[in-house]
């Protein structure tokens, strides 16, 4: 069992707004993996008041980038024997494949279920995405 205070080695992902974490485990694959997985809900934060936290047992090769759509302000901690040894800044990716759905009923992603949706970001400051084949914007729910 991982302990829920120190990870030896692995991923240590924090900052996670109250209430995401399941959606990020989610998104991660983290329920298809057979590593320990911890998740605290609602812990004390300074600076947020309420976060989440996953911790995840041994480096596995996580396609982090999807993280960046969700929120770019979680911040990651690469842990060997129990220290720091990398913080992974997230930044918005250029590109998101499968991860959202585009909402127009036209789309083609829409009507041919085999097209897999892909959103390009098309205004960095204000997090606007864009279906690459119908330019309708992703909102965040
Ligand atoms: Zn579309």
Do not use: W
Request: glycine letters at 4%.
């Amino acid at each position: 069992m991982l302990k829920i205070d120190s990870v030896e080695k692995g991923l240590v992902i924090d900052h996670i707004e109250a209430g995401k974490a399941m959606e990020i485990y989610k998104h991660l694959n983290l329920d298809k993996m057979d590593c320990s997985v911890a998740i605290i809900k609602n812990a004390k934060s300074s600076k947020m008041g309420k976060k989440d936290i996953i911790k995840v047992e041994d480096n596995i090769n996580m396609d982090l980038k999807v993280l960046g759509f969700i929120d770019p302000t979680i911040t990651i901690n690469v842990i060997d024997n129990g220290e720091i040894i990398k913080k992974i800044n997230l930044e918005l990716p250029e590109e998101i494949d499968n991860i959202a759905k585009c909402k127009n009923p036209r789309c083609i992603t829409s009507i041919e279920q085999e097209i897999i949706n892909k959103f390009r970001l098309t205004d960095k400051e204000n997090k606007v995405y864009r279906c690459v084949y119908c330019d309708t914007a992703y909102e965040h729910n």
